[in-house]
């Protein structure tokens, strides 16, 4: 499989509990980026990761969420007491970045649609 | 601040027809202007991009989009609809001022096209 992968594809929790999601990006790929879409909207973006390092966080990204990319590979996106508001669409990104070209299109994921209850 | 604004909620054509979905946006620096396509419950996929170059830029599933910079505009277009091309698609901007800006996407709300018999 040559795209990015996110898993679960669907999560349904209570609330006040936590969630945990998963995104493999394309293997050569040094850059990762998540990003919310609710309904009627476009995708807003969280946060990006070069390699292992995180390098930007929107005010969007609460200090009940947190992301990690630990070995520069897959990424995981963690809620912490999920709130009815956190239901969306989360959807992972990633794409090449060469120091001439500047940074190459970005492939996106399927996503995983969270509803909290 | 950087934004990207789809002045229409739906547009509706029929097969055979032409279309435009029309996108305008705003960035400090040069855009890098980008279209996706988001069928019923999956993520996005890319259609074409504007960095530098001709104005006018061709892309998959015979898509084009035409960079108009005193108009700050970037509207797709398709010179005959064909009914599966109905979806959302989502105009989207990066500034590309800086090489090491981080790449994310700032995405408009969203089209949704419906491409009738």
């Known amino acids: 499989d040559t795209g990015v992968s996110q898993d679960p594809r669907h999560k349904i929790t209570k609330r006040g509990q936590n969630v945990t999601f998963r995104c493999d990006p394309i293997?050569?790929?040094?850059?990762l980026y998540w990003y919310r879409q609710t309904l009627g909207q476009g995708p807003e973006f969280l946060t990006y990761f070069q390699n292992e390092a995180q390098l930007e966080k929107s005010r969007l990204l609460s200090d009940r969420f947190s992301a990690e990319r630990p070995k520069g590979s897959f990424s995981t996106l963690e809620i912490q007491r999920t709130e009815q508001g956190d239901s969306a669409m989360y959807l992972c990104?990633?794409?090449?970045?060469?120091?001439?070209?500047?940074?190459?299109?970005?492939?996106f994921g399927q996503g995983t649609r969270l509803t909290v209850v | 601040a950087q934004s990207v604004a789809q002045p229409e909620d739906q547009v509706n054509v029929a097969e055979g027809n032409p279309l435009t979905v029309k996108c305008t946006y705003s960035?400090?620096?040069?855009?890098?202007l980008f279209w996706y396509v988001q069928y019923p419950n999956r993520g996005l996929q890319f259609l074409l991009k504007?960095?530098?170059?001709?104005?006018l830029v061709k892309g998959s599933y015979g898509f084009e989009a035409e960079f108009n910079k005193s108009q700050t505009s970037f509207h797709l277009k398709k010179p005959s609809a064909l009914v599966s091309d109905s979806a959302l698609y989502f105009c989207a901007v990066r500034d590309g001022k800086i090489y090491n800006q981080g790449g994310k996407l700032i995405f408009g709300q969203g089209t949704e096209l419906s491409v009738k018999p």
């Open positions: 990104a990633s794409s090449s970045n060469t120091r001439t070209g500047g940074n190459t299109e970005a492939f």
């Open positions: 293997s050569e790929h040094n850059r």
């Open positions: 960035v400090s620096g040069n855009p890098y």
């Open positions: 504007y960095i530098t170059g001709d104005n």
